[in-house]
């Protein structure tokens, strides 16, 4: 196991543990789509990133730090994806549709950096500045064509993955392009599918579809009044982009990534121009908020359900939680509001808003208990009467 490239070690920990069915078991059912999904996405990321060339899981964790890998969102039934092909990786769904797929083949690059790296090799054979894939010396022509072949492969994989996705229902659709475009997936497909293209109505006349087709019928279109989101209230007295905000919102970033590591508290240093000092204070709250009065906020024993960042849409605002979380015993659902201030009663406006948080999350949940309380940067739980 020690000797293996980390995506390999990883394959083989999920494949000795069966670590998807582990989990499948232990976690709340609301939860464990997107549980099992992000496992999944771990391994796919750890190959993607760079061919899975990391000589060490540090070197790995590192990777992932500074990708922007995203998690992939958990979806409730029924409802509508749109994803690029990469992001659809290891999902499924009955029915999919590709949109935009008899496109011309991309222009050349110029000015560009080609690396003739194979797979079994420990480092690049050649490293090749080249003004133009069009015109390359001599020396290069056989890594272009070699470049451009795998190009193509991918390609074809991609198709492959995309087509794969649909578990009965599979829709390709083009428009006409600009200029003809030999190999677009829309070609490649066009001779093997049943083809519904509109015919030009004459003049006063109605648009026909040729072939099976079958159009649903949408409500008349209503003007929607644009959403804003509304963040979290500014504290009387700290200017917005004070030391004392940014200290705070690096606290709000730690609690929403769930990780006050050394890495973790140099990232949110380096994203709120933090000093050493500063970034230790917004570390040291939110441990304290995690270990203090509101600790079985964070334990999954006592959660059937939790999330942070959580985004409500309520009276025409969208509305962003800093956690939310359905406690088992006594059960009740909980808004929680993060604050480095000691004493958040003291401001009306505070409370104002963990007001509507509240009343946001009980629309949604009418039969059930919903509570609201401040989390405070010294450890505290202080829940407003009114609240």
Not at 25 to 50: F, K
Not at 75 to 102: N, Q, S
Not at 224 to 250: F, H, I, M, W, Y
Request: charged share 20%.
């Amino acid at each position: 196991m020690q000797t293996l490239p980390p995506h390999d070690a990883l394959q083989a920990i999920y494949s000795d543990g069966d670590v998807l069915a582990a989990y499948a078991r232990v976690v709340p059912p609301v939860a464990r789509d997107a549980a099992l999904a992000n496992l999944r996405a771990v391994l796919t990321a750890a190959l993607e990133l760079g061919g899975g060339r990391y000589a060490s899981p540090y070197g790995l964790v590192r990777a992932f730090k500074a990708s922007g890998v995203l998690a992939p969102a958990a979806v409730m039934p029924g409802a509508v994806r749109l994803l690029t092909i990469h992001g659809a990786k290891g999902l499924e769904a009955d029915a999919v549709l590709l949109l935009d797929t008899d496109t011309p083949e991309p222009a050349s690059q110029s000015m560009g950096v080609l690396v003739d790296w194979p797979a079994h090799a420990t480092q690049p054979r050649r490293f090749l500045f080249l003004v133009s894939e069009n015109r390359p010396p001599a020396c290069a022509v056989e890594a272009v064509e070699f470049e451009e072949t795998q190009r193509k492969r991918e390609e074809l994989n991609a198709l492959y993955v995309a087509m794969t996705r649909a578990r009965a229902t599979l829709v390709v659709s083009s428009i006409a392009p600009s200029r003809q475009a030999p190999g677009s997936w829309w070609q490649l497909l066009a001779p093997v599918v049943q083809v519904a293209t509109p015919a030009v109505p004459e003049a006063g006349g109605q648009l026909q579809l040729q072939g099976s087709i079958e159009l649903l019928e949408l409500p008349p279109a209503t003007a929607l009044t644009p959403v804003a989101a509304v963040g979290p209230v500014p504290v009387k007295g700290v200017e917005p982009d004070s030391l004392a905000s940014r200290v705070g919102q690096a606290m709000h970033r730690l609690l929403q990534w769930d990780d006050v590591s050394a890495s973790a508290v140099g990232a949110v240093a380096r994203e709120f121009a933090l000093d050493a000092g500063p970034a230790g204070q917004a570390a040291d709250m939110a441990r304290r908020i995690r270990v203090g009065q509101a600790a079985w906020a964070f334990d999954d024993g006592q959660l059937a359900w939790q999330g942070n960042e959580v985004e409500i849409l309520f009276e025409g605002q969208l509305l962003r939680l800093d956690r939310l979380v359905r406690r088992v015993d006594p059960e009740a659902w909980w808004v929680l509001d993060f604050k480095t201030s000691t004493d958040p009663l003291g401001d009306s406006e505070l409370i104002g808003q963990l007001h509507t948080y509240r009343r946001a999350v009980q629309s949604m949940h009418p039969q059930a208990t919903v509570r609201a309380a401040f989390l405070t940067g010294d450890g505290g739980f202080v829940e407003p009467i009114d609240a």
